[in-house]
């Protein structure tokens, strides 16, 4: 037994001693494995001199995995709350290194590999990301699905809504300085944790690295806890709900330009798209329905960015920040109230008409349409401005006159 490890266990209680690197290592019943990853990660600190520690985030285990880490001398958290993530956030708290490398615990990822991650750190990285593309999956470590589709679709969709420029975004194993991750301030129990991770390094700015690993068939002797489709979808739910941008704005802005173009379209009269075909009221109807669908979309982008910021869910809305700086209850509604009063006006022109002719057939429709679109438009614009300075004077930032702080 290294000397770290066994300090790192018999020191423990009340000790805030700092140590070069901690192992954490999430575990639920890895009865077959979990002793095989200790030994394996003392070894390559004995190896490689370093000054370390193992942790293992214990979520429950009832088949001994608890007595086997022990043994092999590593310190165990025991966390109550279900989840990687859960187990994951308890370990690293708990844990004492500058930098901390995270692992599972069925021996898919091999622990000798720590001084690669670690030589990385003191090169100046503050993340350090494995790749199991560029190190090579082992026959039968990783189903094909997840292969081919899962992990790579995943990975290009963080990419294009975040930026990472990460290779392998799922992979298990990764390390990252105690520094910034008291910073990222996680919050995911599941296994979206990992892209919680890297979402928020990236938002934060840290120096990120990849180093090529293996992957190898694990030992775990038992099912996986992964579930492909639930765990997939979790992790696509979370990127979405991290991007309004994308979730919100963009389809909202798509579907109201699209309604606008169709109403600005049929308001001189009927088009005729073949001698059959004329798109006339009816299709009018639905570009105002469009339109409007696609402006409650907008606003409800508006609202999302503004809570993802205020909660700190988005580091890196800058401009958002101006923009809030900048906008007034009063902006939005003046806004409204000249939308609503202009389809107000044109809806009582179109009235003074109507009776004029003794309410008999009406033909100006489109006009009525037309005008009643602006009318509803600026009704949501004024309870939208009033909902966004609400969400300001709740969390104590700015919006308008009110003091922005985070």
């Known amino acids: 037994m290294s000397k770290a490890i066994t300090s790192a266990v018999v020191d423990r209680p009340g000790e805030t001693t700092s140590l070069e690197v901690s192992v954490v290592i999430p575990c639920l019943n890895e009865a077959n494995s979990i002793g095989i990853c200790i030994e394996k990660a003392r070894k390559a600190f004995d190896a490689a001199s370093i000054d370390g520690e193992i942790v293992v985030a214990d979520n429950g285990s009832t088949d001994g995995s608890i007595e086997i880490a022990e043994s092999r001398g590593a310190y165990v958290v025991r966390v109550e709350q279900p989840g990687y993530g859960a187990a ?97 301030d996680l919050r995911s129990t599941g296994m979206e944790f990992a892209s919680e991770f890297i979402i928020k390094a990236k938002q934060l700015g840290a120096r990120t690295s990849e180093v090529p690993i293996t992957l190898w068939p694990d030992k775990r002797g038992r099912p996986p806890h992964l579930r492909s489709f639930r765990d997939g979808w979790r992790h696509l739910r979370f990127m979405l709900l991290y991007a309004p941008n994308w979730l919100f704005l963009l389809p909202g802005a798509a579907v109201t330009l699209t309604g606008l173009s169709i109403v600005f379209w049929l308001l001189p009269g009927p088009r005729h798209l073949t001698r059959t075909i004329v798109l006339d009221l009816h299709t009018m109807i639905f570009g105002v329905i469009f339109t409007l669908l696609g402006a409650q979309i907008i606003s409800v982008g508006f609202f999302a960015k503004v809570f993802s910021y205020l909660e700190r869910f988005d580091r890196s809305g800058i401009s958002l920040r101006r923009w809030l700086s900048r906008f007034k209850l009063e902006h939005g509604l003046l806004l409204g109230a000249v939308l609503f009063l202009s389809g107000l006006a044109g809806s009582g022109s179109v009235l003074w008409h109507w009776a004029a002719s003794g309410f008999g057939e009406l033909h100006e429709v489109r006009e009525v349409l037309f005008w009643s679109m602006w009318l509803f438009l600026g009704v949501q614009v004024i309870f939208s401005s009033f909902f966004l300075s609400m969400l300001g004077i709740s969390r104590g930032t700015f919006i308008g006159d009110y003091e922005l702080r985070r």
């Open 88 to 184: 994951l956030r308890e370990g690293i708290r708990a844990a004492r290194g500058r930098f901390i490398i995270m692992g599972d615990a069925d021996d898919s990822y091999d622990f000798s590999e720590i001084p690669r991650f670690l030589e990385k750190w003191r090169e100046g990285y503050e993340v350090v990301m494995g790749n199991r593309f560029q190190g090579g999956i082992r026959p039968g470590a990783m189903p094909w699905h997840h292969k081919y589709i899962g992990n790579p679709g995943l990975t290009a969709l963080l990419n294009l809504l975040f930026h990472t420029g990460i290779g392998d975004s799922h992979c298990g194993m990764r390390g990252f300085s105690r520094a910034v991750f008291d910073q990222l």
